[in-house]
C-alpha cells in the first residue's frame, strides 16, 4: 500500500508541476482571464487530490494509529511515572547522571525480583538446571579465547570538531527511518532502498556505512559537524586486577563465560552425564558508545543466562511434546529475505520441517514464550525472528531472538542460539585443559575417524596473523566437506575455502594440511558437547512489561486521566494495599490485624491509614500496578477491589489474607472468587 501511494503521490506532484507551469504560461502569454481562472481551478483540484495521498500515505507510515496518544506521547507519559513513581532513574543525579546507568527504586527493585524469582522457578527449578555465581571481573585470557577482545567492537564515528563520539550505524538507521517516515515526496525507488539498507545494516561493512553516510550527507546530530570515518570501538571495561598492573581484566560483557569455563566440574557435579543445563544471574558490563532508549541500551544491565549442553548427535528433547503444540509468532529468515512478515506457526510443525533446526532449541522457544506471556508481555506483540545467514557466527547452527514490540520497535530481549560446541572448544584450545564429555560404549567399536591435521607452519607463513581463523575453519569442516576438498587438492594442488570470520575465499595448497580417515577400535566417544544459549536481557523485559502493561482511564469526574499498571499478580511490586475508610481508630486496629496477618502469610502490602479520599489512594495504588485493594469499612467484613475491573467484593476479616494469598499466588483468578463472594459497590468512591 505504501509503496502504490508513493508511486501516486510522484505522479500527482508530476502533474501539479505541470499545470503549474501551464498556469504561469497562459499569465505570461496574456492570456483572457476565463482561461487562467480554468487553470487556477484545475491547478487547485490537483493539488486538493495531491493534499488527500499524502494525508493516507501519512497515515499508512503511522500504521493507522488512531490512539489518541502518539507513540512518544504515550512513551513520555509512561516514562514519567516511572520516573515520578521511583520505578527506576537516572543515576547519580544530583551530579546530572551518567548516561546509560540507571538506579532502580523500591518499586522496580520488586519488579526485578519478581520477574527474576519467577525466571528461576520457570526455568532452574523446572528444568532441574545447575545455577553457579561467578565474579564480574574477568582475566584477559578467558575473553582473549571467547574472542571478545579481539571482536566485541561496534563502529564508531567522531564529530571532527567536538570529538563526541556517535554509532554509526544508529545515526544510518535514524536518517533512514526519519526519511521514511516524515518524507512524503521520496519516490518508491527511495524507499525500497532506504528499507534494505535497514535490512541489512547489520551485515555493513565500515568502509559500506562510511559511503553512506557521505552519500546521503549525514552530520553529527547536535552540532551539525561533520563526521569521521567509523572505525571499531571494544565495548568492553578494561580494568587490571591487582596493584601491579600487570594483570589486565575486563568487566563482563556477559555471564555465559563463567558457566564455560567451569564445564569441567559442572559435568563431573552432575554424574558425569549429558544432557544438562547450567544458569547464571548477574551483572555485564558494555562501554556504549551513545546509550538511548532508557533502559533498552545501558552500561550495566542484568543477565539471566542459560547454557544446555548436549551430546551434537542428539538434540532430542524429552519434553519436546509439552510445547509443540503452541502457536505463536515466528519470523523464519525465508519470509524475512522475500519482505513477508511474521505468521501465527505451530512450534511442531516449525521443528519438523526444519526450520527451527532441532527439538532442543525448539523447547526452549516454546520456554521462552511461555515465560514472557506468563509475565504480562502482549502475546500479539511477541514474535521470535530467525536470524539472518549473515548475522549468525560461522559456527551457530541455528539463532532465533525474541523480540517484544513496544513504542521504539521490535526490541531484542531474549537470544536463543545453538552455538554449536564452539565456546568448549575455544577455551580447550586457549587452557589445554579438555572440556569434552564421554559415552562409554557397552562393546568396544570400530570406528572410521576423519583426521583433518593442519600444518600450522605452512598455514602461518601463508596467513600470518589470520592463521588461528584459517585453522579453525579447516577443523570445523564436515565429513563431506572435508573428502571434497581432499579429492580436488590430490587432483589439482590448490583449492579455494571460504573463512567466515575473515569474510572471504582463501587459497589452500596441498601441503598446507592433510586430510584422513583411519580406522580404530574405541571403547567410549570422546566428544565437544554442543550448547544451546538462551540468554534474557532482564532490563529489556521490565522495559517492555512496563509499556505492555501501562494505559490511562479518566477518573470519575472525567476531569483528569488517571494511570494504571495492569501487573499480573506474579510481578506487581506490591500485592495488596490496606486502607481504613475514615480515621477511626478501631478501623485502624482492624488494619494493622490483617497487616499481620499478610506478613504471616509472605505477601507484599501497603498499608495507608492517611485521610485521604479513598479515590485518591485507590488511583494512587493502580498508578503502581497494585492488584488488590482491601478497604476497612466495618470492625468485621471488608471489601476486596481488583485494580482493572474495579470490582469489589465482600470478605470477613478473617479469610482477607487467605483470598489475597489464594489470588496473588495464581492458585485462583479474580473471577474465580468474585462468584464465591458477594459483591459490593459503593456510589461514594471517588474515583
Known amino acids: 500500500?505504501?509503496?502504490?501511494?508513493?508511486?501516486?503521490?510522484?505522479?500527482?506532484?508530476?502533474?501539479?508541476?505541470?499545470?503549474?507551469?501551464?498556469?504561469?504560461?497562459?499569465?505570461?502569454?496574456?492570456?483572457?482571464?476565463?482561461?487562467?481562472d480554468a487553470a487556477v481551478q484545475e491547478l487547485n483540484a490537483l493539488k486538493l487530490e495531491k493534499a488527500s495521498i499524502e494525508k493516507q500515505l501519512q497515515a499508512a507510515l503511522t500504521n493507522g494509529n488512531d490512539n489518541a496518544l502518539s507513540r512518544d506521547a504515550f512513551r513520555q507519559a509512561l516514562v514519567n511515572t516511572l520516573?515520578?513513581?521511583?520505578?527506576?532513574?537516572p543515576s547519580f543525579k544530583i551530579y546530572r547522571g551518567v548516561a546509560g546507568l540507571y538506579?532502580?527504586?523500591?518499586?522496580?527493585?520488586?519488579?526485578?525480583?519478581?520477574?527474576?524469582?519467577?525466571?528461576?522457578?520457570?526455568?532452574?527449578?523446572?528444568?532441574?538446571?545447575?545455577?553457579?555465581?561467578?565474579?564480574?571481573?574477568?582475566?584477559e585470557i578467558v575473553l582473549k579465547a571467547s574472542g571478545h577482545v579481539d571482536k566485541f567492537t561496534d563502529l564508531m564515528v567522531k564529530d571532527e570538531k567536538t570529538g563526541t563520539c556517535y554509532r554509526a550505524d544508529h545515526l544510518l538507521k535514524d536518517f533512514c527511518k526519519e526519511k521514511l517516515e516524515k518524507d512524503l515526496t521520496i519516490s518508491g525507488e527511495k524507499a525500497a532502498e532506504l528499507k534494505h539498507i535497514l535490512a541489512v545494516l547489520d551485515d555493513l561493512s565500515a568502509e559500506e556505512l562510511g559511503g553512506k553516510i557521505k552519500e546521503y550527507g549525514i552530520i553529527a546530530?547536535?552540532?551539525?559537524?561533520?563526521?569521521?570515518?567509523?572505525?571499531?570501538?571494544?565495548?568492553?571495561?578494561?580494568?587490571?586486577?591487582?596493584?601491579?598492573?600487570?594483570?589486565?581484566?575486563?568487566?563482563?560483557?556477559?555471564?555465559?563465560?563463567?558457566?564455560?569455563?567451569?564445564?569441567?566440574?559442572?559435568?563431573?557435579?552432575?554424574?558425569?552425564?549429558?544432557?544438562?543445563?547450567?544458569?547464571?544471574?548477574?551483572?555485564?558490563?558494555?562501554?556504549?558508545?551513545?546509550?538511548?532508549?532508557?533502559?533498552?541500551?545501558?552500561?550495566?544491565?542484568t543477565l539471566a543466562e542459560i547454557e544446555h549442553f548436549v551430546d551434537p548427535d542428539d538434540k532430542s528433547h524429552p519434553k519436546f511434546s509439552e510445547v509443540a503444540n503452541l502457536e505463536f509468532l515466528m519470523f523464519p529468515r525465508g519470509e524475512q529475505v522475500s519482505g513477508q512478515s511474521a505468521k501465527r506457526t505451530v512450534l511442531g510443525e516449525a521443528v519438523s520441517k526444519g526450520i527451527v533446526n532441532n527439538e532442543t532449541l525448539g523447547y526452549f522457544i516454546g520456554r521462552v514464550y511461555l515465560f514472557l506471556t506468563g509475565l504480562g508481555i502482549d502475546k500479539e506483540r511477541l514474535r521470535f525472528r530467525q536470524h539472518l545467514a549473515n548475522e549468525m557466527a560461522h559456527y551457530a547452527a541455528d539463532c532465533w531472538d525474541a523480540e517484544i514490540e513496544c513504542s521504539y520497535g521490535w526490541i531484542e530481549c531474549v537470544g536463543i542460539a545453538d552455538r554449536s560446541a564452539y565456546d568448549l572448544r575455544a577455551h580447550t584450545d586457549k587452557s589445554g585443559v579438555p572440556l569434552v564429555a564421554h559415552e562409554k560404549f557397552a562393546e568396544p567399536r570400530e570406528v572410521e575417524k576423519l583426521i583433518i591435521?593442519?600444518?600450522?607452519?605452512?598455514?602461518?607463513?601463508?596467513?600470518?596473523?589470520?592463521?588461528?581463523?584459517?585453522?579453525?575453519?579447516?577443523?570445523?569442516?564436515?565429513?563431506?566437506?572435508?573428502?571434497?576438498?581432499?579429492?580436488?587438492?590430490?587432483?589439482?594442488?590448490?583449492?579455494?575455502?571460504?573463512?567466515?570470520?575473515?569474510?572471504?575465499?582463501?587459497?589452500?595448497?596441498?601441503?598446507?594440511?592433510?586430510?584422513?580417515?583411519?580406522?580404530?577400535?574405541?571403547?567410549?566417544?570422546?566428544?565437544?558437547?554442543?550448547?544451546?544459549?538462551?540468554?534474557?536481557?532482564?532490563?529489556?523485559?521490565?522495559?517492555?512489561?512496563?509499556?505492555?502493561?501501562?494505559?490511562?482511564?479518566p477518573s470519575k469526574a472525567g476531569d483528569e486521566q488517571l494511570n494504571v499498571f495492569r501487573f499480573p499478580p506474579l510481578v506487581a511490586p506490591i500485592k495488596c494495599t490496606v486502607f481504613p475508610l475514615v480515621q477511626n481508630q478501631q478501623y485502624e486496629e482492624v488494619a494493622k490485624s490483617i497487616a499481620k496477618s499478610l506478613t504471616a502469610a509472605g505477601i507484599s502490602y501497603k498499608i495507608d491509614i492517611t485521610g485521604t479520599s479513598i479515590g485518591k489512594r485507590y488511583a494512587r495504588t493502580d498508578e503502581l500496578g497494585v492488584p488488590l485493594a482491601i478497604t476497612v469499612d466495618s470492625t468485621s467484613s471488608v471489601t476486596i477491589r481488583e485494580r482493572d475491573s474495579k470490582d469489589q467484593i465482600r470478605v470477613s476479616v478473617e479469610e482477607v489474607a487467605s483470598v489475597v494469598k489464594e489470588v496473588t499466588d495464581g492458585q485462583s483468578t479474580w473471577a474465580d472468587v468474585l462468584w464465591r463472594y458477594p459483591t459490593h459497590s459503593s456510589a461514594s468512591v471517588d474515583e
Open 1 to 36: 500500500m505504501e509503496d502504490s501511494l508513493r508511486k501516486a503521490l510522484s505522479e500527482k506532484q508530476a502533474a501539479v508541476d505541470a499545470q503549474g507551469g501551464a498556469v504561469r504560461e497562459l499569465k505570461a502569454s496574456g492570456a483572457p482571464k476565463d482561461a487562467i
Open 83 to 89: 520516573e515520578r513513581r521511583l520505578f527506576y532513574i
Open 103 to 139: 538506579d532502580y527504586g523500591p518499586p522496580g527493585c520488586a519488579v526485578k525480583s519478581n520477574v527474576l524469582a519467577f525466571w528461576r522457578q520457570h526455568f532452574v527449578l523446572e528444568e532441574n538446571m545447575l545455577e553457579v555465581d561467578c565474579p564480574c571481573v574477568t582475566p
Open 221 to 301: 546530530p547536535d552540532t551539525k559537524n561533520p563526521l569521521s570515518a567509523p572505525y571499531p570501538f571494544n565495548l568492553m571495561f578494561q580494568t587490571s586486577i591487582g596493584p601491579s598492573g600487570l594483570s589486565p581484566g575486563y568487566m563482563r560483557p556477559e555471564t555465559a563465560q563463567g558457566i564455560f569455563v567451569n564445564f569441567k566440574d559442572l559435568y563431573y557435579y552432575n554424574g558425569n552425564k549429558l544432557p544438562f543445563a547450567a544458569a547464571q544471574i548477574g551483572q555485564a558490563f558494555r562501554n556504549e558508545i551513545s546509550p538511548r532508549q532508557g533502559l533498552l541500551r545501558v552500561r550495566e544491565f
Open 453 to 553: 591435521a593442519p600444518v600450522k607452519k605452512e598455514l602461518g607463513l601463508a596467513f600470518k596473523g589470520n592463521q588461528k581463523m584459517v585453522v579453525e575453519a579447516l577443523e570445523a569442516m564436515s565429513e563431506k566437506e572435508a573428502m571434497e576438498m581432499k579429492a580436488t587438492l590430490e587432483s589439482t594442488g590448490e583449492v579455494g575455502f571460504h573463512v567466515c570470520t575473515l569474510g572471504k575465499d582463501v587459497t589452500i595448497t596441498k601441503k598446507m594440511l592433510s586430510i584422513s580417515k583411519e580406522k580404530k577400535k574405541e571403547h567410549q566417544r570422546v566428544f565437544t558437547p554442543s550448547v544451546i544459549e538462551p540468554s534474557f536481557g532482564i532490563g529489556r523485559i521490565i522495559y517492555c512489561l512496563y509499556e505492555h502493561s501501562f494505559y490511562t482511564r
